[in-house]
């Protein structure tokens, strides 16, 4: 059964970080790329950070750029999102996100909250 599942999410204040993990289910990482996209309330669901199959990091949004790092572990065969210096701005439902046999997989989110 193929599935990706977050975990990692939760509340802190302004400045703090959090290391998101995404793990891959019934698929290999080494020949499959993942994404990262968020969701905050009332917006539209965007694209955050990706990785290709061979390891090549892009961070999409401008705002969480020199912020946010994706990595890849083929070992352990999940991807992080590492988010420092972490602003009220980016409280959202984080998704990762795999395309795999022309079928789309959604993890259920985790939420990411920084409040004082």
């Known amino acids: 059964q193929v599935q990706v599942a977050e975990s990692g999410g939760g509340s802190v204040q302004p400045g703090g970080s959090l290391r998101l993990s995404c793990a891959a289910i019934?698929?290999?990482?080494?020949?499959?790329?993942m994404k990262w996209y968020r969701q905050a309330p009332g917006k539209e669901r965007e694209l955050v950070a990706s990785i290709s199959s061979r390891g090549e990091s892009t961070i999409h949004l401008d705002s969480v750029k020199g912020r946010f790092t994706i990595s890849k572990d083929n070992v352990e065969n999940t991807v992080s999102l590492q988010m420092n210096d972490l602003k009220p701005e980016d409280t959202a439902v984080y998704f990762c996100?795999?395309?795999?046999?022309?079928?789309?997989?959604w993890g259920q989110g985790t939420q990411v909250t920084v409040s004082s």
């Open positions: 996100y795999a395309r795999l046999a022309q079928e789309d997989y």
């Open positions: 019934g698929f290999y990482l080494r020949w499959n790329g």
